[in-house]
């Protein structure tokens, strides 16, 4: 049974920065393509990065430049560390599989809310 678990989010002003962390178990972490994704309200969920498990990572243009996806295997974890943040951020974040390569696990964690506001 996978579990995934978020967290790092919270309330922090325009300009500011946050790292997420996603801790997974009941895998084998290492072999998984991961990705952070976000869903703002009234909005789909999307694929805001992703890593491979060699390490090549990707971002959606809209936060290329500002977030860096990174993973820890040896911990079963996958980070986000987001800069610059902007108000357009705001929105639940999550990690899964990077879909377009995997399979998505069929539960998801609880998500971890950012908001950024001033």
């Known amino acids: 049974q996978v579990q995934l678990e978020e967290s790092g989010g919270g309330l922090v002003q325009p300009g500011g920065s946050l790292r997420l962390s996603c801790a997974a178990s009941?895998?084998?972490?290492?072999?998984?393509?991961m990705g952070w994704y976000r869903q703002a309200p009234g909005k789909q969920r999307e694929l805001v990065a992703a890593?491979?498990?060699?390490?090549?990572?990707n971002y959606a243009d809209s936060v290329k430049g500002r977030f860096t996806i990174s993973r820890d295997n040896a911990k079963n974890t996958v980070y986000l560390q987001m800069n610059s943040l902007k108000p357009e951020d705001t929105a639940v974040y999550y990690c899964?599989?990077?879909?377009?390569?995997?399979?998505?696990?069929?539960?998801w964690g609880q998500g971890t809310q950012v908001t950024v506001s001033s």
């Open positions: 890593i491979t498990s060699g390490g090549k990572t």
């Open positions: 009941g895998i084998i972490f290492s072999i998984y393509a």
């Open positions: 899964n599989t990077d879909h377009r390569i995997e399979r998505l696990f069929g539960s």
